[in-house]
């Protein structure tokens, strides 16, 4: 524990210390005063990406450094996607606070869970070991857990959050049921050692590959795919819609991390196997995902179904192993982050007096309501479908060339084909907002700050679209490319 280990992990020191703070500071304040929370975390937030920002090791010309005995990296990868974490988590509690408020769980335990759950997401982003690999996810999932439960009076809540922890301690029980494998294969926890060790031989291969296969499950559980995906559509219906908000944008970063750390870092030189299976879990997650997502009266299973389709995009990224593929699965993701954060935020706005707007008829005529937050929702669906000039357009772009450029040609129209199958469903949400008559004429309130934030969160998506070369730049750069 010397000064330049401290250094390189003084984000993740400042968010836990935080994190500490404000669950102490919610003892000494009232109901009417819990306000404070919410500007301590966001403050939390601007200082956190503030310390990433320093980036010291890069002064010496390094792209990457090391600590705490080479468990922890510093690199681009992990700073950018550490800083766009930050930002997806500022707008959750934008749109939090006043879903929150609404439905009277209004407290400091939604904050302090979600910066433990973050720091779980930045131990995971700059893991290089595999201990620190199963901290990070296991900081994840419990504070996730619980954020699930986080309304003790909702059934519903309670059944999702059992049926999270059972098909997650599985999921668990299996990464490191893998882990153990590859450390007897290899004599090593640490990442590159394990790169090395594999590169040079002497490694036990069938040991290796029945690791490999536990890994990928563990990994395919976290983000979600097929046949790994049972536990969302239940987990985004059932949990507080602030609580889906989070689950939906945020960990999506740490398991794209967790899979380049893994799959590249440690075992890059068994990239023909996990490429295979990588392959078989995006086709299935994309055709599986569409075609599921079609059928869904809920809004909130419809974006389920639909971020299992999206998780299976981020896979064709990987596929190549090369540079260029690992960034372009990291501008997928990136995006995805903000287009969930924003549908769920329209989806919190949309909710009044303890009623959550979680049916697809909740949306009918609101452009007759409300024409600007009509529009919003209209961008973020049509980003989400792919349509040309918004975001969504190029991150599909993306990763079906990376996919291409893998030679599987099969997977890159399977993606085409059933991205316009997708479209249905979210250009389905557009017609009900401007071809049907509302079925409340109620105004759409909301406080100064989220309305703010859920404005720039949709203009961003045809933003990010037309000036998308910027956020495609860097994506690429944290990776070599």
Known sequence: MNTSNMLLAAPEFWVLTMACVILIVDLFLGEERRGIIQLLALGTLVFAAIITLRGDYMSDGLRSATAFNGSFIRDPMGDVLKLFSFVVLGLVYVYAK???RQFRMFRADFYTLSLFALLGVMLLISANSLVTVYLGLELISLSSYALVAFDR???RGSEAAMKYFVLGSMASGMLLYGMSMIYGATGTLDLQLIAQSIQAGGSDQTLLVFGLVFLVVGLAFKLGVVPFHMWIPDVYEGAPVATTLFISSVPKMAAFAMAIRLLQTGLGELHQDWSQMLAILAVLSIVLG?????AQTNIKRMLAYSTISHMGFVLMGLLPGTADGFGAGMFYVIVYSLMSAAAFGMVIM??????EAEKLDDFKGLNQ???WYAAIMAMVMFSMAGVPVFVGFFAKWLVIKAALDAGLLWLAIVAVVFSVVGAFYYIRVVKLM????????APIEAPVDFRAAISLNGIMMLGLGIFSSSLIAICM???GA
């Open 98 to 100: 006043f879903c929150l």
């Open 153 to 155: 009076d909702s059934p």
């Open 290 to 294: 569409n075609l599921a997502a079609i």
């Open 350 to 355: 949309l909710s009044a007096r303890g009623v």
């Open 369 to 371: 309501r409300d024409s």
């Open 434 to 441: 401007y071809f049907d008559e509302p079925v409340t004429e």
């Open 477 to 479: 750069a944290s990776f």
